[in-house]
C-alpha cells in the first residue's frame, strides 16, 4: 500500500516527530516508507482523522492514538504528517 491522505491543507502540518510533548493533533497522512512500515501503522489505528498526543519524544517517539499508546522510532514518526490543534486555555 502506498500513502494514504486526509484531504486538507494547512501550515499547522508537521511531522509527528517535529510536535513537543503534550502537542495534540489529528493525523493527516501517513507517507510511503522502506520496509512496509506505514502498513504496519494503518494496521495499528494511525490513520487520517485519528487524533493523537505526544507523551514523550526522547530516545523514540511515545504517543496516543485514539485509545492506543505506541512507541516507534524518530525516523517512522517522521512519516506520520500531523495537523497541529491549537491548545485550548
Known sequence: MSSITL????SRV???????????GVVVSVRA???GRADRLLALGV??????SV????PGVVFLCDQTELAIE??????ILV?????RS
Not at 495537523?83 to 491548545?87: A, K, L
Open 7 to 10: 484531504a486538507f491543507s494547512s
Open 33 to 35: 516508507s522502506n520496509g
Open 47 to 52: 490513520t487520517p482523522g485519528a487524533s493523537v
Open 74 to 79: 524518530r525516523s517512522v514518526a517522521g512519516s
Open 14 to 24: 508537521k511531522t509527528l516527530a517535529e510536535l513537543p510533548e503534550g502537542a495534540r
Open 83 to 87: 495537523r497541529i490543534e491549537e491548545s
Open 55 to 58: 507523551l514523550q519524544t526522547f
